[in-house]
């Protein structure tokens, strides 16, 4: 009888995929085709189960019971080791036959704690897990034969023996990256979700906060097989692969050729993903950036922190200057959008030093600040330092930090509400006129998103979920209260903002009534549908249609129109085009 092995993963959201199960399965079956003709895992079938955080743990359940799987294997991560705790004991108690393995750096830190609090589980693989899975796959294939399936001498496991006591074995050395199969082959289950691919494992570094400064040693996959697996992508049309290499260009001669291929065979369509360290971009690097085209790819750059006494303490080496530089580079090409982090909560950092590191991060100008908050990571040198710090954090996933030293939990507050204001007016990237103005009414960035969120509290709205026409609202309150003489100004600021993104059907409240002049309206657009003056790829079309593509606004303060062109968009931002007319034309 067939044995058969579900590798379990629940996601964060629906658009992401789990690249480990994926690995382990290609692996395995690799080993399937390989050893022995495939006797080896003869008899065994192994099947991939994807499920989110957001579904109902009963329907996880259900789809798992109706597969019956031998063997059950769950890839565990902070975003969905609560559920899967949740499910462990249930699951035994309507599949009590299936074994339980568990795996991922979410319990690969401590292992023995994990089995000691869950007997339902029977083991867990530790680390890098693509041999071990295809040992154990192995192993349930010899016992389906009648041959002996013990566990001893296995590497890169924390098990129960056959008389129930907990044996912890070493650890697997880690693997040789061209020994691991290219784990996609199909790609109808992965159209419109994000693709994960990795180029590299480990990281030369060594972060405090970061699980990857625990393995030092770099490994690099063969370019051949890359640009091979690059291909593939390519010809399949994929819309996003996200490189999940830890530091990608920490090899530069390796970042280089990936990124020069990846120029030379651009679709059109693919957008590739990396986390880089900007300080370490060359010369070379930056004007093959510069030169690709507008949205081929996108740059994740950790700065963290730029307390110099900070960055000491977590390990982390960094030229901010040189950063700020590369940054700058990239920035002026127009083409790729950056993505840069800070994360509060390290040691060494107050709400002083942290609102200096925000206001020289947010004046880098990057397409996304992200504002993070220290997360205190199993097996991590952060987590050993606890005391030393003061740091405290959550006891459940995913340890978010709570206070140290040098933050209260009520600082922590504060930031949290700098986050939501960021996220909201400057990572939506629709209000950039509007903030054009706030910034010059405040000393700092930090000090207007701070006060942004003071005000919302203020007036109750902090935990509310706002529609985005309210958001333009609430802005235009914020400046009548704060800045009172700049009303006037920020409402056509706002309603630029508003319809440089959209189109839309109903005029927003805040925007008051249209003062376009309908004569003057239906004479430009006579006028626009004969000539075509200012726009491009409209030809053909009447002035009824044209009315319809695009939309008219009439600016009192700078007595001008602008005509808002949204076919002609931004291909990094996507913004409209904003079209200034003069009044008399």
Same mark, same amino acid.
């Given at each position: ?445 930090? #000090?207007? /998103? +701070?006060? %942004?969120? $003071? !005000?919302? *509290? ?9 529609? &985005?026409? #309210?958001? /333009? +609202?609430? %802005?235009? $309150? !914020?400046? *009548? ?9 920020? &409402? ?94």
């Amino acid at each position: 009888m067939m044995k058969k092995i579900l590798l379990a993963a629940i996601n964060a959201k629906y658009i992401h995929s789990n690249l480990a199960v994926y690995s382990l399965k290609a692996y395995a079956d690799e080993r399937l085709a390989g050893d022995c003709g495939g006797s080896a895992f003869a008899g065994v079938e192994i099947q991939i189960g994807e499920y989110t955080i957001n579904q109902q743990p009963e329907a996880v359940m259900e789809d798992i019971y109706r597969r019956r799987p031998d063997l059950l294997c769950f890839s565990c991560y902070i975003w969905n080791i609560q559920m899967i705790r949740m499910l462990l004991p249930e699951i035994r108690k309507v599949l009590p036959e299936t074994e339980i393995w568990l795996g991922g750096p979410e319990v690969s830190y401590d292992s023995v704690q994990m089995l000691a609090h869950f007997p339902q589980v029977r083991g867990i693989m530790k680390g890098e897990g693509e041999e071990t899975f295809a040992v154990l796959a192995a192993r349930i294939a010899a016992s389906e034969r009648g041959e002996a399936a013990d566990l001893e001498g296995i590497e890169g496991i924390t098990c129960r023996n056959s008389r129930g006591q907990v044996e912890d074995h070493p650890w697997r050395e880690p693997m040789d990256m061209d020994k691991i199969p290219f784990v996609y082959q199909d790609m109808t289950d992965f159209r419109h979700k994000i693709v994960y691919y990795e180029s590299s494992r480990g990281c030369p570094f060594s972060c405090s906060y970061c699980l990857s400064s625990v393995d030092k040693r770099l490994r690099l996959r063969s370019l051949d097989l890359v640009k091979k697996e690059i291909r593939f992508f390519l010809d399949a049309g994929t819309e996003q692969v996200k490189f999940v290499d830890r530091t990608f260009n920490c090899r530069h001669d390796h970042a280089l050729e990936i990124w020069k291929y990846i120029h030379e065979h651009d679709n059109g369509i693919t957008n590739f993903h990396f986390e880089v360290s900007a300080d370490l971009l060359n010369e070379e690097e930056l004007s093959l950036i510069r030169s690709m085209r507008p949205g081929l790819i996108q740059l994740e750059i950790g700065v963290q922190s730029v307390n110099p006494d900070t960055i000491r303490e977590i390990r982390r080496t960094m030229d901010l200057e040189r950063l700020e530089r590369a940054v700058q580079k990239v920035r002026e090409g127009r083409n790729v959008h950056q993505h840069l982090d800070l994360i509060a909560g390290l040691p060494w950092e107050d709400l002083d030093s942290f609102g200096r590191s925000f206001d020289r991060v947010y004046a880098m100008r990057p397409d996304q600040l992200q504002l993070g908050f220290l997360k205190v990571l199993k097996g991590s040198r952060m987590e050993e330092r606890k005391e030393a710090y003061g740091l405290l954090c959550r006891d459940t996933p995913p340890y978010e930090v709570l206070s140290t030293r040098w933050l209260s939990y009520g600082d922590i507050l504060t930031l949290k509400g700098v986050e939501d204001m960021t996220e909201t007016y400057y990572n939506s990237g629709q209000f950039k006129a509007a903030l054009a103005l706030l910034e010059r009414r405040e000393d700092s960035a930090f #000090a207007l /998103y +701070r006060k %942004l969120a $003071d !005000f919302y *509290r203020g007036h109750g709205m902090g935990q509310v979920q706002h529609a &985005r026409a #309210a958001r /333009y +609202r609430i %802005l235009l $309150d !914020f400046v *009548r209260e704060t800045y009172p003489q700049d009303e006037e100004e920020m &409402r056509e600021r706002l309603i630029y903002d508003y319809y440089l993104r959209e189109n839309a059907k109903s005029r927003p409240d805040f925007a008051g009534e249209s003062l376009v002049d309908g004569q003057w309206a239906r004479s430009f657009y006579e006028e626009e549908a004969r000539e075509h003056r200012y726009l491009e790829g409209y030809e053909g079309a009447d002035k009824n249609q044209l009315r319809r593509m695009t939309h008219l606004e009439y600016f009192p303060r700078r007595d001008v129109y602008v005509l808002f062109d949204y076919r002609n968009r931004d291909p990094l931002t996507n913004d409209g085009k904003g079209i200034h007319i003069a009044k008399g034309k």
